[in-house]
C-alpha cells in the first residue's frame, strides 16, 4: 500500500493530455499496489501565491521565533511540505508551455523548497533531504521534445530531473505524451504514451 500524491498543472482541464496520462500511471500504480491511496491536487485551480520576498524572508526564521502573523503567511508552504513528505509516490502533471513548466508548478516547486526541511547543505555542498520517494512525471506537447531539433528546447524534463533531484528524489521517469499536433503523428500519440507506462 502506497500513498499516492497526483498533481496536475495543466490549463485544459478534462482535455488535458497530461491529466489523462497522469491518471494512467496512476491506475498502474494502484494495480501495482492493491490499497493505495490517491491525493488529487490541481495546482491551478488552489492559485498558489507566488514567492515574495516577505515569505521567502520567513522561510529562514526558526519555527519558534515566528510570530503568529509570519506563521500564516507559510502556512500554505508548511501545508505542502508535510504533504510531499507524507506521500511515498508523487505523478506530477506537467504539460510543456512555451518550452517549459506552468507557473502553478514552478510555485508549487518554490514552496516545497525550504532550506533545513527539504534540502540542506553539508561539507561537500547541498544535500536533499526529500529521500525515499519515486517520481513520475506525465508530460504532454504539441510537439516532439524527447529528440530531434525539439530536445535543445525542453526545459521540462531535464528541469524537473535536476531541481527534485537536487530535493533529493532522484528516482524520477518521465512519460511523454508528444507530438500531440503534428500530423502524422498526433493520431497515435496518446496511445503511444499509455502504452509506454510500465510501473518499475
Do not use: C
Not at 47 to 72: M, Y
Not at 147 to 155: L, M
Not at 181 to 189: N, T
Amino acid at each position: 500500500m502506497k500513498r499516492i500524491l497526483h498533481l496536475m498543472s495543466s490549463v485544459q482541464g478534462n482535455e488535458s493530455y497530461s491529466i489523462k496520462l497522469g491518471h494512467v500511471i496512476v491506475e498502474k500504480i494502484q494495480d501495482k499496489y492493491p490499497g493505495s491511496t490517491v491525493e488529487e491536487v490541481n495546482l491551478v485551480d488552489i492559485k498558489i501565491p507566488h514567492l515574495n520576498a516577505d515569505v521567502l524572508r520567513t522561510f529562514f526564521i526558526p519555527g519558534d521565533k515566528l510570530t503568529t502573523e509570519e506563521k500564516e503567511s507559510i502556512r500554505f508552504s508548511d501545508e505542502v511540505v508535510k504533504q510531499l513528505l507524507a506521500s511515498d509516490i508523487i505523478v506530477i502533471g506537467a504539460p510543456l508551455y512555451n518550452f517549459t513548466i506552468h507557473s502553478s508548478l514552478k510555485a508549487w516547486i518554490d514552496h516545497i523548497t525550504r532550506a533545513g526541511i527539504t534540502f540542506g547543505y553539508g561539507e561537500n555542498g547541498p544535500i536533499g533531504k526529500v529521500i525515499g520517494k519515486k517520481v513520475y512525471v506525465a508530460m504532454s506537447s504539441g510537439g516532439i521534445f524527447s529528440e530531434g531539433p525539439g530536445k535543445a528546447n525542453d526545459f521540462v524534463a531535464p528541469y524537473l530531473k535536476s531541481f527534485l533531484g537536487f530535493l533529493g528524489m532522484t528516482d524520477l521517469t518521465v512519460f511523454r505524451a508528444e507530438g500531440l499536433k503534428v500530423p502524422g503523428v498526433k493520431e497515435h500519440a496518446m496511445e503511444k504514451a499509455i502504452n509506454s507506462v510500465i510501473i518499475d
